[in-house]
């Protein structure tokens, strides 16, 4: 018998104490990249995990990220079968009250956009965050899709199924929310340039009192250098026009 299979049922105690003493010893054991992982059913030990995820104590909450993250890192695409099952609840720890709980819930989310789904799946499945009850969890998930243009760049998003949960956000009764919507916006622009502009003036209904606002933050994006290569125009000698690089083409459309 493995040390995983060991493990799998020592993790459905209800027991807090014995909870936070079995996460640390799985956190040390995989933390070992030459201890394996394989046991006769890995299924098993993410379900019994899954709870963990969801306890109102935050060390069992924090180790059950932690564990969680550990095996995404190591099943890469062999963990796609238990992301329905998962992604929910790390959706909802994106809202906890403890930065720590946060910020590993993020950290939850980049591994799996980096070995499980690719960035814009994620985001498929993320779209409930964007109207959850939770102001803290529809705070973060904006969050998370600047994190994730930086670290994956514009074409990982396809950012049209995106932008109007962004808009809406901009007029939601929790001030952090409508700030981070407004500077998530802008992120955007960086990556997608005119197009993005062009989008949001035409089809989207932003606020009157934020428009200007925007639009004025834009400019003062273009014009200090901060955009992307991703949103560039450039002028095509044969074309005699201005043309946007493919990657930021239909992006916003």
């Known amino acids: 018998m493995s040390q ?15 909870k936070l003493a079995i996460g640390t010893d799985i956190i040390n054991y995989l933390g070992q990249p030459s201890n394996s992982i394989e046991c006769d059913d890995i299924g098993m030990f993410i379900d019994s995990l899954v709870p963990w995820l969801q306890s109102s104590n935050f060390k069992v909450t924090l180790n059950g990220l ?3 993250t550990f095996m995404v890192d190591r099943m890469k695409e062999d963990f796609r079968p238990y992301l329905s099952s998962v992604v929910p609840s790390v959706a909802d720890r994106l809202g906890d009250s403890k930065d720590a709980v946060r910020e590993k819930a993020q950290t939850l989310l980049s591994s799996m956009m980096d070995n499980v789904l690719a960035p814009n799946n994620m985001f498929e499945r993320l779209i409930p965050a964007f109207s959850h009850k ?4 529809r705070e973060e998930v904006m969050t998370c899709l600047q994190n994730t243009l930086t670290n994956h760049g514009a074409s990982a998003v396809t950012v049209s199924r995106l932008i109007p949960h962004v808009v809406k956000l901009l007029s939601d009764p929790t001030a952090p929310v409508r700030d981070c919507a407004f500077n998530t916006l ?41 955009m992307m290569a991703s949103a560039i125009t450039t002028a095509t ?5 201005r043309r946007e690089f493919p990657v930021a083409e239909g992006l916003c459309g």
Not at 4 to 18: C, E, G, H, N, V
Not at 237 to 241: H, L, Q, T
């Open 186 to 226: 802008v992120e955007c622009y960086k990556h997608y340039g005119e197009r993005l502009r062009l989008d949001l003036t035409k089809k989207h209904n932003i606020p009157s009192g934020k428009l200007p606002a925007l639009m004025t933050r834009f400019d003062e994006v273009r014009d200090t250098g901060l």
């Open 4 to 18: 995983m299979d060991l493990f799998t049922p020592l993790l459905q105690t209800t027991d807090t104490r014995k």
């Open 66 to 68: 932690e564990v969680m």
């Open 134 to 137: 939770n102001g803290k969890v």
């Open 237 to 241: 000698p044969n074309e005699g026009k």
